[in-house]
């Protein structure tokens, strides 16, 4: 991952790597934050994948869980302090990465893989971990769902037959179309307004 600017400016999450000596192919992945100018780093232990909240007070992070492969969310203060735990969200031992915070800080959408060998589908909850629903429940493999500023609709990409594109459906998991068809289309992003 690359360093994350929290949206106001003021901190930033970057990931490190432990690199055990005696085996070198060994590392422990962990992620950073400090504040900015100033250099004051805090460390999140086990964290492998981290995202800010819009309003910059708080940031999400999958957490492994113990000595397992297992993981749970994790919301920090930009303090380090922990908010909240969301320990079980369905099973017994998941993965979830690229999660986005919905505009309005109230929902969190994200790629699960129940079980951990799945290929990954769209998944929302609201913001405290309640109300997990799965929004594409196939068996094909997705990746970078991405808000919509208004937060009416959710982005994507898919693959299928080796062919990537973006696909929208409402914030429900509904009227879903595919935007590109061109198989080569990876991630999403908006244009800030003026």
Known sequence: MQPDWSPDGKYILFKINKVDQSQSSEYEPFYGFSTYPEVNINV????????????????????????SQCYIFKILSTSGDEITTIPDIGNACYMMNQMQWSPDETKIVFIGYFPASSLGDVYVMNSDGSELKNLTNDSIMEGSPFWSPDGNYIYFNATEDGKTNIYRMDMNGNNMIRVTNTGIDFGTAWQPQP
């Open 44 to 67: 999140i232990q086990n964290a492998l994948d981290c995202k800010w909240s819009l309003g910059s007070d708080k940031f999400i992070c999958m957490v492994k869980h113990g000595g």
